[in-house]
T-cell receptor, first 114, second 111 residues
Framework: SQTIHQWPATLVQPVGSPLSLECTVEGTSNPNLYWYRQAAGRGLQLLFYSVGIGQISSEVPQNLSASRPQDRQFILSSKKLLLSDSGFYLC?????????????FGNGTRLTVT | SQQGEEDPQALSIQEGENATMNCSYKTSINNLQWYRQNSGRGLVHLILIRSNEREKHSGRLRVTLDTSKKSSSLLITASRAADTASYFCATGVQGAQKLVFGQGTRLTINP
């Protein structure tokens, strides 16, 4: 069966520090991968998605970046965090089709920038 | 930009009653999906309805889709305290392998 791992679960970082959040998927090949951010009590904002190794689509201009160094690994990074980067970050995967397959989410990382 | 918008933002009902949540969207879609999120957790997929379908059932869930009105509804029948969660609709964007989520409905089931 497929599983998705996302870590860390919580993170407190000072403004200006770097960020690296990692997400890995097991039990499937060539998945679509996604990073979403959720502000408190709000909906999900799509940040990045990837349909293959090295292929990254950015949805929102910001100081975050994403990389996909391996087929089942998706990394969210920042060189210098802002207060506005605080939020709940969710990684998800789906089957790689053209028909918008259901997403399978990790348990999220709650990031607090102080 | 957000595509799906849920209504109401919050809903509180008694256990055993039915809960109805609505979703509106703006552009052409491949499908529409509903997800559930317990507090502080990731989302869980509930049900998917394709653009050429009008109604779909899964257990106590019933979803309708009206593409002419660009709207969908999620009905949870015979609600239980364990149904307390936030519910989100998400639209599959034609031509892109991504889902756009709405703001969600916070459902509270009172015992």
């Amino acid at each position: 069966s497929q599983t998705i791992h996302q870590w860390p679960a919580t993170l407190v970082q000072p403004v200006g520090s770097p960020l690296s959040l990692e997400c890995t998927v097991e039990g499937t090949s060539n998945p679509n991968l996604y990073w979403y951010r959720q502000a408190a009590g709000r909906g999900l904002q799509l940040l990045f998605y990837s349909v293959g190794i090295g292929q990254i689509s950015s949805e929102v201009p910001q100081n975050l970046s994403a990389s996909r160094p391996q087929d089942r690994q998706f990394i969210l990074s920042s060189k210098k965090l802002l207060l506005s980067d605080s939020g709940f970050y969710l990684c998800a995967w789906s089957v790689n089709t053209l028909n918008n397959s259901p997403l399978h989410f990790g348990n999220g990382t709650r990031l607090t920038v102080t | 930009s957000q595509q799906g918008e849920e209504d109401p933002q919050a809903l509180s009902i008694q256990e055993g009653e039915n809960a109805t949540m609505n979703c509106s969207y703006k552009t052409s879609i491949n499908n529409l999906q509903w997800y559930r999120q317990n507090s502080g957790r990731g989302l869980v997929h509930l049900i998917l309805i394709r653009s050429n379908e009008r109604e779909k059932h899964s257990g106590r869930l019933r979803v309708t889709l009206d593409t002419s009105k660009k709207s969908s509804s999620l009905l949870i029948t015979a609600s239980r305290a364990a149904d307390t969660a936030s519910y989100f609709c998400a639209t599959g964007v034609q031509g892109a392998q991504k889902l756009v989520f709405g703001q969600g409905t916070r459902l509270t089931i009172n015992p």
